[in-house]
Structure formats: C-alpha cells, structure tokens
Nanobody, 122 residues
Framework: VQLQAFGGGLVQAGGSLRLSCAASGSIFSLNGMGWSRQGSGQQRELVASIISGGTTTYADSVKGRFTISRDNAKNTVYLQMNSLKPEDTAVYYC?????????????????WGQGTEFTVFS
C-alpha cells in the first residue's frame, strides 16, 4: 500500500491551496483518512480526519478554514485550505487506516504518505 500526496509550494497569506493524497495497492477497504502536519521545530499535530462515513474532525487552529473530504471510489483524501496563515507553514502528511487481506485474514494498519511541504508568506 502506498500513499502519494500532491500539492504544496508557496502561497501568500490569505490565499488557498488544496492538497490531495491517493492510496493505492492491495486495499480491501479504507477507514479513517486524514492529514497531520509538522512545522519546523514542532511536534507533528493532527490537522483533520475523516472516516469512511464522512464524519470529520479538525484541529482548533484550522476550524472554519480547512475542509477535509474524500472520494472513496478513488481512495483519495483532499484538504482544502483557505485563509492561510504563515503559521500553517509545515510539512503535511496524509495517512490512511487500511484493511488488507493477507492469506484470507484481514489486516489493519496505518500508512503514511511521504509528506508535502508548503510555505505561507505574508
């Protein structure tokens, strides 16, 4: 199973950006998907998550500005980020709780994408 993230770059404060992350491989089903971020010198924090039924959660710092969504047919999760602030600058990592079938037995594991970075400048 692999997660490939897309997006990132340089954006002015107040601007918008959308990240996407596609899961591929021998996936039986995807449960939760989401995004974490890690700024320079900071611990990784959960930004947003979405379960297969569509329920979402957000960090307080991004509520009202970020929207997470998913396309189950494409095994893809998106993060729409609006009203970006310099403090949003970080490396963003997508993750997915994946169920695979190994020798007839379901196996559950969390997979992470490679990280995509963007900088918000004022």
């Amino acid at each position: 199973v692999q997660l490939q993230a897309f997006g990132g770059g340089l954006v002015q404060a107040g601007g918008s950006l959308r990240l996407s992350c596609a899961a591929s491989g021998s996936i039986f089903s995807l449960n939760g998907m989401g995004w974490s971020r890690q700024g320079s010198g900071q611990q990784r924090e959960l930004v947003a998550s979405i379960i297969s039924g569509g329920t979402t959660t957000y960090a307080d710092s991004v509520k009202g500005r970020f929207t997470i969504s998913r396309d189950n047919a494409k095994n893809t999760v998106y993060l729409q980020m609006n009203s970006l602030k310099p403090e949003d600058t970080a490396v963003y990592y997508c993750y997915a709780d994946v169920i695979t079938v190994v020798k007839g037995n379901p196996q559950r594991a969390k997979y992470w994408g490679q990280g995509t970075e963007f900088t918000v400048f004022s």
